[in-house]
T-cell receptor
Framework: AQSVTQLDSQVPVFEEAPVELRCNYSSSVSVYLFWYVQYPNQGLQLLLKYLSGSTLVKGINGFEAEFNKSQTSFHLRKPSVHISDTAEYFCAVSSNFGNEKLTFGTGTRLTIIP | EPEVTQTPSHQVTQMGQEVILRCVPISNHLYFYWYRQILGQKVEFLVSFYNNEISEKSEIFDDQFSVERPDGSNFTLKIRSTKLEDSAMYFC???????????FGPGTRLTVL
């Protein structure tokens, strides 16, 4: 079984400042890792994913994340945020067997301050 | 770009009534999933479905729930006798044979009164 911890439930950031949203996972097997974004009253949109290969993955909207196996982390970063980045961000994990269920974290609400 | 669609977008029902939530996965996908998100909480896995049978289900997916792929395009979630605590956003997702990611639909908001 897998679990995901997102310690920060809310993160306020000034516009154009950098941001890091933290995600730690627990698993007894190798994993795939994902970040999803949910804008108000909308569904889930994939930001980026780690399946294998380079531990630094780049996604849409200028976001990137780094897979750190020794620290079991997959933190999401953006060097300069915009008002439009205001949303809920969910980290998710699945086993790397393929087509397995996703286990989500509790989410981090990112609020951009003008 | 292919996408997962869900209908209706919002369903209001009385406690004890049956509801069917419908999903049309991406056409060449073979793996299908239902998740739910109670307001303000995290997204939770309900069930996965492959080759016309359930692959895995969570503790939430009790006898009140069932899934079906009645034809080649639809994937449905039925709640036989709804409870107040079934009020949530229900997301359908699908993935292809070569696993890359799960594609999510826009969700159906179920409100049980």
């Amino acid at each position: 079984a897998q679990s995901v911890t997102q310690l920060d439930s809310q993160v306020p950031v000034f516009e154009e400042a950098p941001v890091e949203l933290r995600c730690n996972y627990s698993s007894s097997v190798s994993v795939y890792l994902f970040w999803y974004v949910q804008y108000p009253n909308q569904g889930l949109q994939l930001l980026l994913k780690y399946l294998s290969g380079s531990t630094l993955v780049k996604g849409i909207n200028g976001f990137e994340a780094e897979f750190n196996k020794s620290q079991t982390s997959f933190h999401l970063r953006k060097p300069s945020v915009h008002i439009s980045d205001t949303a809920e961000y969910f980290c998710a994990v699945s086993s790397n067997f393929g087509n397995e269920k996703l286990t989500f974290g509790t989410g981090t609400r990112l609020t951009i301050i003008p | 770009e292919p996408e997962v669609t869900q209908t209706p977008s919002h369903q209001v029902t009385q406690m004890g009534q049956e509801v069917i939530l419908r999903c049309v996965p991406i056409s060449n996908h073979l793996y299908f999933y239902w998740y739910r998100q109670i307001l303000g909480q995290k997204v939770e896995f309900l069930v996965s479905f492959y080759n016309n049978e359930i692959s895995e289900k969570s503790e939430i997916f009790d006898d009140q729930f069932s899934v079906e792929r009645p034809d080649g395009s639809n994937f449905t979630l039925k709640i036989r006798s709804t409870k107040l605590e079934d009020s949530a956003m229900y997301f359908c997702a699908s993935s292809g044979l070569v696993y890359n990611e799960q594609f999510f639909g826009p969700g159906t908001r179920l409100t049980v009164l």
